[in-house]
């Protein structure tokens, strides 16, 4: 029922990004993740719907062929198979909720 931050450990994902599972379900997960300035979430699809809330930072999203820059209090959406990815602007931190959650970050 409760995930302490302080008590998860981080793995590393690309260059400069660090991620943090914190509580999840079968049904949804939440990550807290890390980027240095000019990382990169690399571009991706999968079949979970995500949404992803800026906590600190600046971030330059592609969400299908769409490109935004969002900033810390933003949001933004990724509907299930479609491609994505994220370049870090300004060192900062994401948080993304996944449905289902996602199986292959337990491993």
């Known amino acids: 029922m409760f995930t ?5 450990t981080a793995t590393n994902c690309e260059p400069g990004v660090t991620r ?7 049904d949804l997960m939440m990550c807290e ?17 995500q949404i992803t ?9 592609t969400i299908g062929d769409e490109t935004k820059i969002v900033n ?10 479609v491609t994505h990815g994220v370049t870090c602007l300004e060192e900062g ?3 993304d909720v996944f449905n289902p959650m996602r199986e292959d970050f337990l491993k």
């Open 53 to 61: 809330y800026v906590a600190k930072g600046s971030f330059e999203f």
């Open 4 to 8: 302490f931050n302080k008590d998860v």
């Open 72 to 81: 810390q209090g933003d949001s933004a959406y990724m509907p299930s198979g």
């Open 20 to 26: 943090k599972i914190l509580c999840y379900s079968d």
């Open 33 to 49: 993740i890390h980027f240095e300035k000019g990382s990169k979430g690399n571009f991706h699809s999968h079949k979970h719907l």
């Open 93 to 95: 931190i994401l948080c």
